[in-house]
């Protein structure tokens, strides 16, 4: 079997538009600033990314750019600036920070109803016990793309492959909450590849290129990678060996092009989406 590939760009095109159009219809530009501490080369390039989505999607985003020096405290002067200023409607703090800046503290001040990134407790809370908040976007883009795949999660059996707060335990709250029947999966399981050789819906998020081989993937799984793994050689590859999953997958992500797309659109989904909720709007 060669597996269908499920084209991210496109989804993630498409969800664009959708944004972008009920934001024509509601008549306003909801607000979103991303907060960056220091130079990390990686996140530039994402950051990038997002302004110009979120532009083109009719949204009013700008980065504060803030020097590698910034000092825990100033950096919260900042968030408290943000919550406070009506014209937010979702506030992003890029990480990783510098060291002397603690991550949780920062995360934690900032208002949950524009915490867009979904990683306050409060809204890590929210999800685990199934009320309505805002989901992490990594997780939530995985959700629209076993959508446009048609793979549906009620009583499939998921595994997640990895549980950290950013991707695997938001994943798996989301699945579960989708009716799944979740397995998560980390470093210290025994024999992983017998666990993912269950899963119908298989999501790999551990950071590890490659390490998903061909026979670790059920006939017939969707398997979605999350990884970004840059090789030596400069080639950018998924936590999962893409051409031997293929043999087996029904259907499968590639990297690039899969998941990482997914992220900046529903990062303007959830920014719409706090925006609506602040602001007391309606849509038809
Ligand atoms: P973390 O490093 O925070 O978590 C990795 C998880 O994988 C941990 O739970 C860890 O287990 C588990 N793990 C690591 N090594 C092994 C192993 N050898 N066997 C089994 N489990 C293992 O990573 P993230 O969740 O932040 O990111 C995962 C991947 O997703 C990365 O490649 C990252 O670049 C990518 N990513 C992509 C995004 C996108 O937009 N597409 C967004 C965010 C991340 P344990 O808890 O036991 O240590």
């Excluded at 979103?32 to 302004?51: E, F, I, T």
């Excluded at 997640?160 to 950013?166: A, D, K």
């Amino acid at each position: 079997m060669s597996a269908r590939i499920i084209d991210g760009k496109a989804v993630a095109a498409d969800l664009r538009a959708r944004l972008a159009e009920r934001v024509r219809v509601l008549g306003f530009a909801p607000g979103l600033r991303v907060v960056r501490v220091g130079d990390d080369p990686a996140s530039g390039v994402y950051v990038r990314n997002k302004d110009r989505a979120a532009q083109q999607a009719g949204f009013n985003s700008a980065t504060l750019q803030l020097p590698e020096t910034t000092s825990e405290a100033e950096l919260l002067a900042v968030v408290a600036e943000l919550n406070a200023d009506p014209e937010v409607d979702g506030i992003l703090v890029q990480l990783p920070l510098p060291q002397q800046i603690r991550a949780d503290a920062v995360l934690r001040a900032i208002d949950p109803a524009k915490d867009v990134d979904g990683f306050h407790p409060v809204n890590a809370g929210l999800l685990a016990t199934g009320q309505p908040g805002l989901v992490p976007c990594t997780p939530k883009g995985v959700m629209h793309l076993l959508r446009a795949a048609g793979t549906a999660p009620r009583g499939a059996r998921a595994v997640v492959l990895g549980r950290s707060n950013i991707v695997g335990k938001p994943m798996a709250a989301l699945l579960l909450a989708a009716d799944a029947t979740v397995t998560v999966v980390h470093s210290r399981t025994q024999n992983l590849a017998a666990e993912c050789r269950r899963a119908e819906i298989l999501v790999a998020a551990v950071g590890r290129p490659e390490m998903v081989r061909g026979d670790w993937v059920a006939e017939g799984a969707t398997v979605i990678d999350v990884g970004i793994n840059r090789l030596p050689t400069g080639k950018l590859v998924g936590d999962v060996a893409f051409a031997e999953a293929s043999a087996h997958a029904g259907a499968i992500t590639p990297v690039p092009g899969g998941v990482g797309p997914m992220t900046i659109a529903c990062l303007l989904e959830n920014t719409l989406e706090a925006a609506i909720a602040r602001r007391g709007l309606a849509e038809n």
